[in-house]
């Protein structure tokens, strides 16, 4: 398959051209750009995928390796492309949700002086994430890992001038790095055990030579899931998702919601063997998924604006991703990403719609009435909510949480705990996106409409809101016609959960309606209390314990706060106090005594005779005594 | 006699650099430009020339060599040979240098000629370095080196120069001493066992190998290797160490000159972690660490020139002033925190994992190292380039010689981030020679 690289190759073209060509461009050129080459890209991709599908490679994935990176020794990975099944789904995403959002961007920046500059950054994030889903080793899958993470650096810190932005960008770039060390030492060790870091390999040699539970297997994963941790935010290192909303809206869509933040999913369920031969591990994802789906949950539930709402809920989102990949639901983690992708890209440009017409308003105290003003935005808007919110059948979203929900009960993996914090998880959901409608769209109107979106902006968003509808219906449960495409396609390269299919169909449908049962029960109570009884509201958080619920959650958990006493200020303090360096300040202590020294001889230099003969005659005393007293 | 040839066209260079500023300070600066750039090219000829030949692949072969008597009743020679690693050295000497000589083609305006005399004198003496064989010429070219330097520093420098020159002199003289301690002894045992009079270096290699010479000594590989664990610490210590200094400067030339010392421990970590990875990235992160570090120097140096400044607290929102310098600041930010596709990441890779296999601990700990290089690069970043602007700055940005020149170290280090095959193979035989001597004395790696 010789066209692999012109993947990741034509968005980076697209980079070098912004990046080089600069003010030369006229803006409309650089929007063809921009917008042109990561569209190429995606009908390459289509391209590739329907040969994928029509022709089959013989193995389970096309190959095309460019070079040898570096040799040394007998490691040398190289600069090669793998496209299986999992990466046909991340590649279509990642190129197909990037061209929509890229064509949205030439008319969200449109009056912004950096229009050239967000371009050239979204195709190098494009690029980089291509790399990252298509490598063939871990080691060009780390050069994506920190492509994306520098992409999304300086588009977090994209308006430079403002102090807020640039400390959000480096907390976003400082606590991904974080894990990605913890990431580079589970590499050091891959290597040090099997030579090689391409995956294939070190997946079959892993399986041979280490056994379920082994200590070198739990650390290998233990490592890569730190890096996990810090890309997809998920819990102890999700702090920095929330500040990153301080970036132009389409790159929180794009980078910090549809397919960055997924990264982590994506090397999890790369590296599925190690997790299956770590066993302890594979909890780990599991319960820090659904602890963090849960924190992250209340949290959204208290968020003013309107993106940090949606920050919250792409961590506990990816929660749910976690939770599956922990009971060893691999598919059902990559399905839940791909209508994530749908749904949250579609929400965060549908924000960027509202934000953008009310003058930059963010708060949705500020907002409301908008579903009069803006119908398109409204209507697409509602239908990202109802997959986000998991109403059931009908949205892209019920069907790939369920799909967790029910692998979370029946795999071997799962368990009764694992689910209830799911169930938990998918009210709180529905909840606070209905929650997050009521407020912006119903009600009275508060903020002035002054513009309406055009064709650029409104054509993705429609896209968008037919996928998340009907994106999750390649995969239903057994009562719901049990549709087995989006599994089966993805079999070649994951394999099924343990135990869920054998498990009986008449719990399945149990489960469903529960599930079902739970999402309604959250739009019904927050459609209620924010429509009908705003008192109740008000009331509760009036009170003493509410405010401060409210306080906790609407901060993060405190976790910034712990950080920042814990790391934050001890390090600025130690390296402050310290500036000088005081090894330095010890060769400047000899050069002192000695100067001091030197002054003091100097001072005897007094030109009298008087006073140097009463120094030769002392000397001479001085000397006698010592001979006398030595001997 | 190529090698003779480098440090004599640069000796000679600098002479007529100096004497043709009579004429006009342009052509001091073509004269150095000139040989500079003439010897970049003899070694990179002798590079293509010599990579597919069969000695270049052999460990303990030198390319090229010549000798020639100097005072034989010292039994001191004037001896010179390269291998892959003084090529590579060498390569990247010659080609800072020129790119010294451009980017000081506006900056230098006083006594240019006597500059580029001092310059040219200093490479001639690097060059000597990386070819002696003979280690009583090592310690001549060494010396030789310190004295144009010094008044480099001492005329050409800013704020506080003759202290800085003074304290450079010092600390390299004294440090000169002890190495030169060293040679001496070892001059000395190699008479009491053989009788014959030599500072050749194979010749006290042989001597090293002994026991109480190599207990004595941490000149040669032997002797190092025994030392390797308190070495690989102390490279973990100025890893760390050297980030957090570099993030407390509030002068942005001492800022980056900082992050020098937490590349450099790197190299240490590399050299005593003694197995081919680890060394291979120890050589690979001196050729980066001289291109990004000098990169940023240079940055520092065309801003200084700009805004007669250094403090970071004066600076702030310099990208709206001037955005390729701020590129090109950010993309030699980037090389430094050791981002993968640019050079200093395989460096830095190739070190850890070969450190990895010596101690876990320790590479965990020089791990950490990673997130302080984070830290410190994009704090450079922070308070030089973004935020608002803390005094109404407005300059030329990048001029099209100055884009020529850090154009060039960027390319360089995006070749060697994404092909660094071309300097691994050079330095492949030199590694494999010092990973044979470790295997010979087992037993001093730690795990």
Redesign the interface.
């Given at each position: 398959m010789s066209l692999l690289w012109l993947i990741p190759a034509l968005p980076l073209a697209g980079y070098l051209a912004l990046?080089f060509g600069?003010s030369r461009l006229s803006r409309a050129a650089a929007a063809w750009i921009g917008v042109g080459s990561v569209g190429l890209s995606a009908l390459v991709a289509l391209g590739v995928a329907a040969q994928f599908i029509g022709t089959p490679p013989a193995g389970p994935a096309f190959h095309q390796t460019l070079?040898?990176?570096?040799?040394?020794?007998d490691?040398k990975p190289a600069?090669g492309f793998y496209l299986d099944a999992m990466t046909v789904v991340f590649v279509l995403v990642v190129t197909g949700v990037g061209f929509l959002i890229h064509l949205y961007s030439v008319e969200y920046m449109a009056g912004d002086e950096g229009f050239r500059?967000f371009f050239a950054y979204m195709n190098l994030f494009v690029a980089s994430m291509l790399v990252l889903v298509m490598a063939d080793n871990l080691?060009l899958l780390?050069?994506g890992?920190?492509?994306v993470g520098?992409c999304s650096?300086?588009l977090i810190?994209f308006w430079?001038?403002?102090?807020v932005n640039?400390r959000a960008?480096?907390k976003a770039?400082?606590v991904t790095?974080?894990g990605?060390?913890a990431m580079?030492?589970g590499?050091?060790?891959l290597?040090?055990q099997f030579r090689t870091l391409d995956v294939q390999q070190l997946m079959t040699q892993a399986r041979e030579q280490w056994r379920v539970g082994a200590g070198m297997a739990t650390a290998a994963a233990a490592l890569l899931l730190g890096g996990a941790l810090g890309k997809s935010a998920q819990l102890p290192l999700q702090t920095w998702l929330p500040d990153a909303m301080a970036g132009p809206t389409p790159v929180s869509a794009l980078i910090h919601a549809a397919t960055m933040v997924t990264a982590g999913v994506y090397l999890i369920a790369r590296t599925h063997v190690l997790f299956e031969l770590a066993p302890a591990a594979q909890l780990a994802v599991a319960i820090i998924g659904a602890a963090t789906l849960l924190i992250s949950g209340f949290s959204a539930l208290a968020q003013r604006d309107i993106k940090r709402v949606l920050a919250y809920s792409t961590i506990s989102q990816i929660g749910y991703m976690f939770l599956a990949l922990g009971v060893g639901a691999w598919s059902a983690a990559v399905f839940h990403f791909m209508t994530h992708a749908f749904f949250k890209a579609l929400l965060f440009l549908g924000a960027g719609a509202v934000i953008l017409s009310l003058h930059h308003e963010q708060d949705i105290h500020k907002m409301g009435g908008l579903w009069k003003r803006l119908p398109l935005t409204f209507w697409t808007f509602l239908a990202g909510s109802a997959a986000l919110a998991g109403l059931p059948l009908i949205t892209a979203g019920f069907y790939s949480k369920d799909l967790i929900l029910w692998s979370a009960w029946s795999s071997n993996a799962g368990g009764p705990a694992l689910w209830a914090a799911g169930l938990i998880g998918a009210f709180l959901t529905a909840l606070y996106t209905t929650r997050l409608v009521c407020l912006v769209f119903f009600g009275e109107e508060k903020g002035r409409v002054a513009s309406k979106p055009g064709w650029r902006v409104s054509a993705p968003l429609a896209i968008l809101a037919a996928l998340s509808i009907v994106g999750g219906f390649v995969e239903t449960p057994r009562a719901l016609g049990g549709i087995r495409w989006f599994g089966e396609f993805l079999r070649s390269a994951l394999p099924a959960a343990p135990g869920v299919e054998e498990a009986p169909e008449r719990m399945e449908s149990a489960m469903m309606l529960i599930a079902s049962a739970a999402a309604l029960l959250g739009i019904v109570l927050a459609g209620v209390l924010y429509l009908g009884m705003p008192r109740v509201v008000e009331g509760i958080a009036k009170r003493a314990w509410g405010a401060a619920a409210q306080a906790f959650w609407l901060g993060g958990w405190g976790f910034d706060w712990l950080y920042d006493r814990l790391f934050v200020k001890p390090?600025v303090w130690?390296?402050?106090v310290?500036?000088d360096?005081f090894i330095d300040s010890a060769?400047n202590g000899v050069a002192a005594f000695f100067s001091l020294l030197h002054r003091g001889i100097i001072r005897t230099q007094t030109g009298r005779v008087r006073w140097y003969a009463a120094g030769v005659a002392l000397g001479a005393v001085a000397l006698m005594a010592i001979v006398l007293w030595v001997r | 006699m190529i090698l003779t040839l480098l440090i004599l066209i640069l000796l000679i260079g600098g002479a007529a650099a100096w004497a043709a500023e009579r004429k006009s300070p342009l052509w001091s600066r073509g004269i150095a430009l000139g040989a500079v750039t003439l010897d970049l090219l003899l070694v990179v000829g002798q590079w293509a020339a010599l990579r597919h030949a069969p000695e270049f692949l052999k460990p303990g072969a030198w390319l090229v060599e010549t000798r020639a008597e100097w005072i034989p009743q010292f039994g001191v020679s004037f001896h010179l040979g390269m291998d892959g690693l003084s090529l590579l050295l060498l390569a990247l000497t010659f080609f800072l240098g020129a790119l010294s000589v451009a980017c000081s083609w506006s900056e230098i305006q006083k006594r240019v000629g006597f500059f580029h005399f001092n310059l040219l004198w200093v490479l001639a003496g690097i060059a000597g370095v990386f070819t002696a064989l003979d280690l009583f010429l090592f310690y001549f070219f060494w010396e030789m080196m310190l004295i144009p330097m010094y008044l480099l520093i001492v005329i050409w420098g800013h704020e506080r120069r003759v202290y800085s020159a003074i304290k450079f002199f010092l600390f390299t003289q004294a440090s000169g001493l002890l190495m030169l301690i060293a040679i001496l002894t070892l001059q000395f045992l190699h008479f009491k066992q053989t009788g014959a009079r030599s500072f050749d270096y194979s010749d006290l290699l042989n001597v090293a190998m002994t026991p109480r010479a190599a207990m004595l000594l941490m000149l040669v590989p032997e002797a190092s290797l025994r030392f390797a664990p308190v070495a690989m610490a102390l490279g973990v210590v100025g890893i760390l160490y050297g980030a957090i200094l570099a993030f407390a400067q509030t002068d942005l030339k001492r800022l980056v000159a900082y992050t020098s010392v937490s590349h450099l421990g790197f190299v240490v970590l590399g050299i005593y972690s003694w197995n081919a990875w680890a060394m291979q990235g120890a050589v690979m992160q001196m050729i980066c660490h001289g291109l990004s570090t000098g990169a940023l120097f240079v940055l520092v140096g065309l801003l200084y020139e700009r805004i007669h400044t250094r403090d970071l607290r004066r600076m702030g929102g310099l990208w709206s002033a001037a955005p390729r310098i701020g590129a090109m600041a950010m993309f030699f930010a980037m090389a430094s925190l050791g981002l993968p596709g640019l050079g200093n990441f395989i460096a830095e890779f190739l070190v850890l994992l070969g450190a990895y296999h010596v101690s876990v601990w320790m590479t965990a700990l020089a791990g950490i190292g990673l997130v302080g290089a984070t830290i410190y690069s994009l704090s450079l970043m922070q308070r030089a380039f973004h935020g608002p602007a803390e005094e109404a700055w407005s300059f030329a940005d990048l001029s099209a010689r100055e884009w020529a020149v850090l154009g060039a170290m960027a390319a360089a280090l995006v070749w060697l981030g994404l092909y660094p095959q071309p300097v691994l193979h050079a330095a492949a035989p030199i590694v494999e020679s010092l990973e044979k001597i470790g295997s010979a004395l087992p037993g001093f790696f730690m795990r």
């Open positions: 990046a600069g070079w040898t990176w570096m040799s040394v020794e490691f600069i500059r080691l780390y050069l890992w920190e492509g520098l650096y300086l810190g430079y001038k403002d102090r640039g960008a480096q770039f400082i790095r974080v990605d060390t580079a030492l590499l050091f060790l290597v040090w390090f130690a390296a402050t310290n500036r360096d060769y | -």
